[in-house]
């Protein structure tokens, strides 16, 4: 349950400004149709963090606790430090010539190669071995970031300081750091 509660809310926080919720809200406002960009953020983020969460459950085999500890420590400080960069609309502004879901699926997926949150889940599947509960927290807190993005995202965007979200986000990541340093 701790593996689920962790990954959900580190997601969650991440995902506050990233580019795939930019890139979320560039969907919903082009598509208008929420529901089939929900579903293709849902199986695409499925899909992807799986393969982090079982990547990082596969590293842990090949490090002594202690190493990993460190090493997931560090890793976690530096996403702490990366979320301070927030991410831009880099090329979302793209034409679609497929719908809704197909569009969301594939843009998600790829969007997500390399992302913090894809990273930070290969870290988390490190930290819980545990590809199920870190795939289930973590695409939760992927939806549970998006879904009102998609829903109400120029509301958001026109009331909620990203700085503040930023910071907030960094602190949590960091924290987690310093307790796999010490646990």
Not at 9 to 25: C, H, N, P, R, Y
Not at 62 to 79: D, H, N, V
Not at 159 to 164: A, N, Q, S
Request: with cysteine.
């Amino acid at each position: 349950m701790e593996a689920i509660i962790n990954s959900t809310i580190l997601v969650f926080i991440s995902e506050m400004g990233d580019k795939t919720q930019l890139l979320a809200l560039v969907l919903a406002a082009r598509f208008k149709k929420p529901i089939p960009i929900l579903l293709g953020i849902f199986i695409a983020t499925l899909a992807n963090h799986f393969l982090a969460s079982y990547v990082g459950v596969f590293i842990t085999q090949y490090f002594s606790p202690t190493m990993l500890r460190l090493i997931l420590a560090t890793t976690f400080i530096g996403f702490g430090l990366w979320i301070l960069i927030p991410d831009k609309d880099e090329g979302l502004n793209e034409n679609y010539k497929w719908g809704a879901f197909v569009t969301t699926l594939i843009a998600f997926f790829m969007a997500e190669m390399g992302d913090k949150t894809q990273l930070a889940t290969v870290a988390l599947g490190a930290r819980y071995a545990s590809t199920t509960a870190v795939t289930f927290g973590t695409t939760l807190g992927m939806l549970l970031a998006n879904a009102p993005v998609v829903f109400f995202g120029k509301w958001f965007t026109d009331r909620i300081p990203m700085k503040w979200v930023h910071r907030i986000a960094s602190v949590l990541f960091i924290g987690f750091g310093i307790a796999c340093a010490f646990v």
